[in-house]
């Protein structure tokens, strides 16, 4: 199997973003708030990425703070997908009033600003790691429901489904074996779009102070906490920055090319 140079240009980043996540206490090279050096050290041979506002160790910091980005990312794409997904599907295969009272219970969820309702409910909340996800996750699944029951909705009616229907099959057996299959090319395109956008909020959050608490560290508090050096020319703030829009670029190139191998999947199976 051939891979097109961008997809392997993002495969790489991609995938050394994550095992530096998952490997981040072996080879961060020193602790997450441990102090270091002075206030805002260039890079030197000691720390590579210079220090940050309080003496801590700026790359130390960023391989933390990206595994804790990643983790809270990767599992609320799990369970906004889950969720969304499965609701969508179901609502197209059942029609009539349960698919009217899911959509317009999501149309009157995503008729509030995502930030907005995600900062109100954390600000009556505890934040921790289970409450973000939470939230995350389900407000973002009502992105994820609309087009899962757009796309079920055309699949419902394909022949095959009909087939299936005759056959005696039940609705468990036409949502995962009949419409899911032919539905999946969209929704890896959406899955990749959906962790991006989720990195994104994840670090907003944390720069507007309801996400990750210090002295933990994600990559929107390393910006937060850093903002003021770029006043003197001080580039800490820029450094995650640049790993949250090398993450999502390369998320993007890998998402693009899974769509381009699914695609056959969406003329159905005839």
Known sequence: ??????????????????????????????????????????????????TDNIGRDLLSRMIYGGRTTIFIAAAATVLSFTTGAVLGLLAAVLGGWADQVLSRFVDLIMSIPTLIFALVVLSVMPVTLPVLVLVMGLLDSTRVYRLARAVAVDINVMDYVEAARLRGE????????????????????????????????????SFLGLGIQPPAADWGGIVKENKDGIIYGIPAALVPAIAIATLAISVNLVADWVLNRTTSLKGGRG
């Not at 991609?14 to 050290?41: K, N």
């Not at 090319?185 to 907003?204: D, K, W, Y």
């Open 1 to 50: 199997m051939r891979i097109p140079f961008a997809a392997a240009v993002g495969l790489f980043f991609t995938a050394a973003y994550f095992l530096a996540a998952i490997f981040a206490p072996l080879i961060a090279p020193y602790g997450l708030a441990e102090i270091v050096g002075g206030v805002w050290e260039p890079a030197s041979a000691e720390h590579w990425l210079g």
């Open 170 to 205: 039940g609705n468990t057996w036409v949502i995962f074996r009949e419409i899911l299959p032919n539905a999946l090319s969209p929704l890896v395109a959406e899955m990749g779009l959906r962790f991006i956008f989720m990195v994104l909020f994840v670090s907003t959050l």
